[in-house]
Structure formats: structure tokens, C-alpha cells
Nanobody, 119 residues
Framework: QVQLVESGGGLVQAGGSLTLSCAASGIIFSTATIGWYRQIPGKQRGLVARITTRGVTDYADSVKGRFTISRDNAKDTGYLQMNILKPEDTALYYC?????????????WGQGTQVTVSS
């Protein structure tokens, strides 16, 4: 059974920092592209950052220079370091694992962790 468990969300003042973690089980973590997405009520879930199996990273323009995605394959865990947080970063943050198989791409999601940034 695949599980992605996010942690590290919370309430922080604008300008502050948080680090989100995504602990995976039931998958070969090193074979997954790990992504962080966020969603606010009434809006579509959008990509924040992702890191490939080779460590190539990609960020949404709105977080470039402030957020850093990383992974520790030995711990089956992905991270999102968020600095200089802004009220507009307030959202439910989800971890995603994408694995390429011979029959296509498999997507796995965590349940989300809430990040709230106060002004």
C-alpha cells in the first residue's frame, strides 16, 4: 500500500519559513519524481516545485528564489523549504509521487498539510 505523509505545515508570519516533509512508503522512492502542489478553495491544484529522479528541479515562477525542493532517497523523504513566506502562499500543500512504469505513469498523492501565512 502506497502512502505519502506530509508534515511541517502550520501558521507563520509573513517573512517566516517552514519546511514541509513528505515521507513515502510502498514505493521505490528513488524511481519517483516528487512534486509539491498547492490548492486554495475554489481554485485548481497547481504545481509549486518538483524534483526528478536525477535531481533536476523545476519551480513555479511565484516561488522561485524563495522555495527549495530536495529529496533524501535513503530516507524515502522529500522536502520543501519555504522562505520569505507571503500571505499568498497560504494553501493546502500536497506531495505527489510520479512513477513511470511499462504501462504508463502512476500518480500518488498525500492528504495535504495546511500552510497559513499571516500578514
Amino acid at each position: 500500500q502506497v502512502q505519502l505523509v506530509e508534515s511541517g505545515g502550520g501558521l507563520v508570519q509573513a517573512g517566516g519559513s517552514l519546511t514541509l516533509s513528505c515521507a513515502a512508503s510502498g514505493i521505490i522512492f528513488s524511481t519517483a519524481t516528487i512534486g509539491w502542489y498547492r490548492q486554495i478553495p475554489g481554485k485548481q491544484r497547481g504545481l509549486v516545485a518538483r524534483i526528478t529522479t536525477r535531481g533536476v528541479t523545476d519551480y513555479a515562477d511565484s516561488v522561485k528564489g524563495r522555495f527549495t525542493i530536495s529529496r533524501d532517497n535513503a530516507k524515502d523523504t522529500g522536502y520543501l523549504q519555504m522562505n520569505i513566506l507571503k500571505p499568498e502562499d497560504t494553501a493546502l500543500y500536497y506531495c505527489n509521487a510520479k512513477i513511470q512504469t511499462s504501462s504508463g505513469t502512476r500518480d500518488y498523492w498525500g492528504q495535504g498539510t495546511q500552510v497559513t501565512v499571516s500578514s
